[in-house]
C-alpha cells in the first residue's frame, strides 16, 4: 500500500496533513481483511522475524562487556576523585 502526503500550503493558520487512505478512526480496511486479531499468524510473524535476527558471537559479546565494565569502571574512579578534590577544597574553606 503507498502512502502519499497532501502538500501543505504555508499559511497563518496550522492545517494538518492528511495522509490518504487514513481517516480519524486510524487505516481503512483492504477488502477482504478481517477486522480481528488473528493470534496464529501474529505469531508465525514473530517467529520468521525472529530468524531474521543476526546475533551476535560470543567472543563479541564478551569483548563489549568487557568495554562497558573498563567505562563504568574509569567513571567511577573519575567521579570519586573529583568528589574528594571537592571535599577538600570544601573543607579548606569551611575552616578559614
Not at 17 to 24: P, R, S, Y
Not at 54 to 62: A, D, G, H, K
Request: charged share 15%.
Amino acid at each position: 500500500m503507498a502512502v502519499t502526503v497532501t502538500k501543505i500550503a504555508m499559511t497563518t493558520t496550522p492545517k494538518i496533513a492528511v495522509i490518504k487512505g487514513q481517516g480519524a478512526s486510524g487505516p481503512k480496511e483492504q477488502p477482504g481483511s478481517s477486522a480481528s486479531f488473528n493470534l496464529v499468524e501474529y505469531l508465525k510473524g514473530v517467529r520468521q522475524e525472529w530468524f531474521k535476527v543476526t546475533w551476535p558471537s560470543r567472543s563479541q559479546v564478551v569483548a563489549e562487556t568487557g568495554v562497558v565494565l573498563m567505562v563504568v569502571a574509569f567513571f567511577a574512579i573519575f567521579v570519586f576523585l573529583v568528589d574528594k578534590i571537592f571535599q577538600f577544597g570544601i573543607g579548606l574553606i569551611t575552616k578559614i
